[in-house]
Structures are given as C-alpha cells and as structure tokens.
C-alpha cells in the first residue's frame, strides 16, 4: 500500500498558516491530496495586517528556506519609542535591525505559489458553512451553489473567527480577544522604529505607528472586545495631535488573545494559527508563531499516516512554543494590572535602571524568556526587584 493514497486533507483557510501547512504536507506526503478552501478570491486580500514580524522569530521558520525575503520586505525596524499613558516615555534603539515590515499580500502569495507548485488544491471563492461527519459544506460565493467534501483529516487555519473551532472546541472563549482599527497614511515618520502608546484610548492593548518608508506608516490600535475601535482612534489621533496627509487604506480586525490552548486536537481536526489563538498576547502578533504551529501540524499529521502515531502529538510538539505564549501573556496580565499611573512609574524605573540598553542589546518580540533572564540577572535591576515577584505571581 502507498501511504496515504487515499487520504484527503482540507484545510480551512488560505491565510499564510493555511497554505504553509499545506504545502508541508503535499511536501512529506505527495501522495496525499491536499484541498484548501478560502472564501476570498484572491490569497491575501482585503489585508488587515502591520506586518511586522520578529527577525529572530522568522530566522527560526524552516520556512525562510523557501521564500526569497527581498520579494515581502518593505523595511526594517531597529527600535522602538515606548510612551506611557501619562508623560513616561522610553526609546528602545539598537544597532541591529530587530523586526521586518513585510508586504502581507504579497507574503501570502508567496506561500500560495509554493503550496500550488506541489500540486495542492486551492479552492478560492468559497466558504465553508458546516462541518458534521467528517464533511465540509462550502459555498459559492458567486453562484450561492453548495457542495460537500469528504475528509480523513481538517486542519483550522481560519483566522480569529474560526468556524473550525467553534464546531470541535467550543469552550475556547473569545473574553479576552482584541478588536483593532488601523489606517495606512502618507505623512512624515522616522522610518528605523515603530512607536508604541499606552493609555485611555487603547485599553486592553496600545495604539501603534508601523512605518513603511519615511513617508506612508500602518497607524492603529486595540481595543476590548465589545468597544468601538474607531472611536478609540479618533481620541488617539486627538491626545497626539497626530497628523498625515492622506489616508490610504483602513482596515478593522481581531486579534485572538487568549490564554495558550493546551489542546488544539479534537479527534481528526486540528487547529493552526489565529484559529488556534496561537498569537503572542502582549501584541496579537501571530504570523511567526503561526507558520510555526503549521510546521508542527504538518508534522503530526504525517506521523500519523505514516506511523499510525497520536495526532495529540500536535500538542507536544507545541509545548515548548506554547512555553514562551506563556510568558507573553504572564506579561499582558501584569502589565493590564496596573493603572496608568504605575504603567508611568514601571517604564521610569526602566529608563532608570537603564534596562532598555539590555532590551537594545538582546530583546526580541517573540522569544521574552531569552531576555527576561538577562533582565533578572543584570545588577541594575534591583529598583525592579519587587516588579519582578509581581511578575512571577501574574
Ligand atoms: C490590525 C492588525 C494588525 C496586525 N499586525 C500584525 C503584525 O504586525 N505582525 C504579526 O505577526 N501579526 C499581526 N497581526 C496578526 C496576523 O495578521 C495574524 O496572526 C495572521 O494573519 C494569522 O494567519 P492565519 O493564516 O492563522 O489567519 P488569517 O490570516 O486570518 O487567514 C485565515 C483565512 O481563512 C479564511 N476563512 C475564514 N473563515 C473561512 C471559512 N468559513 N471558509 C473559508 N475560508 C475562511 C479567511 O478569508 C482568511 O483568508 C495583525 C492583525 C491585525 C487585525
């Protein structure tokens, strides 16, 4: 018998996470068939991303390999100005270039050709409606016609509103998920660092400015669910007394923060990315982390039609990532418990005890746990001393 001849997989989603998967696994497995079904036209469009992502992060994706960087690089980022929400104010500015600004669209449809040169099947322009019984039913957008699909195994990689995991987990609660507003805007920006505000208008995240170039930057912020974000925008734009030329574009999305998930398998379905809430809370940043759940989910999955081996695996392999989420979200919680007048205090004490030049030297937006022990252990931190036990108890 060839392994997996008969084996269908679909994946739901044509997100960067969705196709990522697919193409691993077409890749392990050519004899498997490989559907991916998105409700948009065309991958990667309408975008509602900053597409800022950690260069350690994504220097640690096997999927560098494949894609050729200058084809989604917009720019690189090498710091950050921090404003607190009352009149603190840290710069964070190293030497070494720290994250990529990349162009989403056409980082997807780089993935998207890769998954496709494997022969994968993309089915775009239709949604899936419901799952019972190991089929999908999806509809077509144009024509409102229904069909259905047969699956030995369904992989989530439907974004924050997934209908994957609402049908097989539904006590994944949405109570701390984000809701964001952002603008891309021509105007003037200091084009080597991303600023980042606290405050009143973004509570339950912070407000953003992403620049492209010196002259056109991704403006936005979050907020609870439940808030209006535009709104929050407006009396950002106000308290900065923010100005641009021109709007480009503006968008409105979710972030899927949460708790890390111990279980993201419910007997043949499998959840990736932001329909996993595989998402770094402090920032709902989730295309690194993403593309890592999907190598991992390949890898599951092929284990288990090759060497009849658990799917819960998925979760194991997981563990260590699932590890540093943790840490990400220990510090959302810490920092969401203070108020604004603490947040000030935290950031002067930051300033004061000179840590930012740690962060300068070895922070990174994924990996807090390689940094946080350096923080701990430098012999500037003792005005920090009790922050850190409020830390380690959050
Ligand atoms: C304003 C904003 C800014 C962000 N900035 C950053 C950033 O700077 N850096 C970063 O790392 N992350 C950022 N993110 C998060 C990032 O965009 C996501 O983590 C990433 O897109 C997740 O990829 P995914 O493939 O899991 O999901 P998605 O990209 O959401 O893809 C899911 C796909 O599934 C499709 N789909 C959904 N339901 C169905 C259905 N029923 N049937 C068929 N298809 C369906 C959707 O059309 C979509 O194409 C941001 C998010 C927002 C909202």
New binding site residues.
């Given amino acids: 018998m060839i392994e997996g001849i008969d084996k269908r997989i679909i994946i739901?989603?044509?997100?960067?996470?969705?196709?990522y998967c697919a193409y691993l696994l077409k890749k392990l497995n050519p004899n498997i068939i490989i559907t991916v079904?998105?409700?948009?036209k065309t991958?990667g469009s309408p975008m509602?991303?900053?597409?800022?992502?950690d260069v350690s992060g994504y220097n640690r994706l096997k999927l560098k390999n494949f894609l050729v960087l200058k084809d989604f690089l917009i720019n690189k980022i090498y710091g950050s100005h921090i404003y607190g929400p009352l009149e603190a104010k840290i710069d964070v500015l190293s030497k070494d270039v720290k994250a990529y600004v990349i162009d989403?669209e056409k980082f997807?449809n780089s993935i998207k050709e890769l998954a496709l040169s494997f022969d994968v099947e993309l089915l775009s322009g239709?949604?899936?409606?419901s799952i019972e019984n190991n089929f999908v039913t999806?509809k077509d957008l144009e024509t409102d016609s229904e069909e259905q699909l047969r699956y030995d195994y369904l992989v989530g990689?439907?974004?924050?509103?997934?209908?994957v995991r609402k049908t097989f987990f539904p006590e994944i609660k949405n109570s701390e998920f984000v809701h964001?507003?952002?603008v891309t805007v021509e105007g003037n920006f200091d084009n080597r660092n991303v600023s980042v505000y606290l405050g009143d208008f973004a509570k339950g995240l912070f407000a953003w400015i992403?620049p492209e170039s010196s002259s056109v930057a991704?403006i936005?912020l979050?907020v609870s669910l439940g808030k209006n974000p535009k709104d929050a925008f407006l009396k950002f734009k106000e308290k900065y007394k923010l100005t641009y030329q021109r709007e480009i574009y503006e968008?409105?999305?979710?972030?899927p923060i949460s708790k890390p998930l111990k279980n993201l398998v419910h007997d043949n379905v499998l959840l990736?990315?932001?329909?996993a809430c595989f998402?770094?809370s402090t920032?709902?940043?989730?295309?690194?982390f993403?593309l890592l759940s999907s190598e991992m989910a390949s890898k599951a999955i092929n284990e288990r039609i090759k060497e009849y081996k658990s799917l819960k695996n998925y979760n194991t392999l997981l563990k260590k990532y699932r590890k540093e989420l943790n840490t990400h979200y220990k510090i959302r919680n810490y920092l969401l418990s203070k108020n604004f007048v603490e947040q000030d205090k935290l950031l002067l004490k930051i300033k004061d005890s000179n840590i930012h030049k740690i962060l300068e030297e070895y922070g990174n937006m994924d990996y807090p746990s390689e940094f946080l022990s350096k923080i701990f252990t430098n012999k500037n931190s003792f005005l920090l001393i009790p922050e850190f036990f409020k830390f380690i108890i959050k």
């Fill in positions: 739901v989603g044509g997100g960067p996470t969705g196709l079904i998105e409700e948009h991958c509602c991303c900053s597409g800022l992502i989403r997807d239709k949604r899936v409606v999806f990689a439907d974004g924050p509103n997934s209908l964001t507003y952002q992403v991704k936005g979050g968008c409105s999305g979710i972030l990736v990315g932001d329909a998402v770094k920032t709902g940043g989730g295309v690194n993403g």
